[in-house]
């Protein structure tokens, strides 16, 4: 092969190189995780735009869609308010909502959730859930 054939090809590498970058840059991100998750003490149902939590005693949201990096580890924010025991009477109150964030690990069938309470300054708790399996709930009474 002739140097100018050499400088020809090595050319159209490069120029074909920097068309492909920008194809990439504008992929869309990490799939969104949305389903029906059970666990202990735990039901989570996330939709394309955020999701719903209910615990024993408590529920929450997650305000965005759950979006796991490319070693499928997420964070979300959200909020989480407890629940008491016996009948809602009219009148009541409701709960006290509390900023929440939810992050954690999943492989898309199993997930790591742990819920963080920064305006407490404590962790609710660290749950393991599967999609697809009904929670395992003890409401309280």
Request: hydrophobic fraction near 35%.
């Amino acid at each position: 092969m002739t140097r100018t054939a050499r400088t020809g090809c090595l050319l159209v590498a490069v120029v074909g190189a920097l068309i492909a970058v920008p194809a990439c840059a504008d992929s869309p991100g990490p799939s969104v995780v949305i389903g029906a998750w059970g666990g202990e003490h735990i039901r989570l149902v996330l939709t394309e735009t955020g999701g719903r939590l209910e615990y024993d005693c408590a529920f929450g949201t997650i305000d965005a869609p759950l979006r796991p990096d490319e070693a499928g580890n997420f964070e979300a924010r959200g909020t989480h308010a407890f629940e008491r025991g016996g009948p809602v009477l009219p009148g009541m109150p409701p709960p006290k909502q509390y900023a929440a964030r939810y992050s954690g690990w999943t492989n898309g069938t199993d997930m790591r959730l742990t819920v963080t309470l920064p305006d407490k300054g404590q962790d609710f708790g660290t749950f393991l859930l599967h999609r697809g399996r009904p929670p395992l709930l003890d409401k309280c009474l």
